[in-house]
């Protein structure tokens, strides 16, 4: 998705104003799992002209006070479309089961479940599940869903249970992409292995 966003024509990067979805707590903006870095790698440094602001999750010593700052920063800004996954437990961003339905914040401090932080093992970013953080700031799902378009982009076997439950199933936070069928304008793109289980159907 990032790639075909940075081969796309005719767009004026500098009339858009990107902000990062989620980001771990503990780790330096260099070390491989990290977020900033994948993004700046596949995306902000690959563009052919600037973005007019990119604001990436920094949570350093203080996490609390980063999420005020984005909090700040995006509450004066409309968002226009949502660039999401699903994870193996259901999460979106780092909204993992049961995720909070109802805060207005847009970005929070979360603590990640077992689910989640061996997906990310298991994905080959850390050596030992010892390794992988247990919190990070993510933004909320109500501020996900205030997008005017998401586009959902899921691939992998791994992730076609929650696919599943997310299309098919009932709208719970115990299965938060769920709450997808809620939204307007939610596009969802499935590679054959992530789809399996609609497929079949």
Known sequence: ?????????????SLVNAFHLDEYIGL???????????????????????????VPISPGEDPEAE???LNEMISSH??????????????????DPPADFETE?????????????RQQLGEG????????????ISM???????????ICTVPDARKAIAVREA?????????PASLLQEHADCRLYLDKAASVFLLSR
């Not at 850390?126 to 990070?136: K, N, Q, R, S």
Request: net charge negative; glycine share 6%.
């Open 67 to 69: 999420c005020e700052r």
């Open 167 to 175: 299309v098919e199933g009932p709208v719970t936070p115990e299965l």
């Open 1 to 13: 998705m990032l790639e075909a966003l940075v081969r796309t024509e005719d767009i004026d990067w």
């Open 78 to 95: 409309g968002i226009d479309v949502a660039f999401i996954g699903i994870g193996e437990n259901g999460h979106l961003a780092f909204n």
């Open 125 to 136: 970013w850390f050596e030992t599940l010892g390794d992988v953080p247990t919190h990070a």
């Open 28 to 54: 330096s903006e260099d070390h491989p799992a990290s977020f900033r870095k994948y993004l700046r790698e596949r995306f902000v440094d690959r563009l052919p002209s600037k973005l007019g602001a990119f």
């Open 140 to 150: 909320t799902m109500r501020q996900i869903m205030s997008a005017a378009t998401i």
């Open 105 to 117: 914040i847009p970005y929070k401090v979360v603590e990640l479940d077992d689910a989640c932080r």
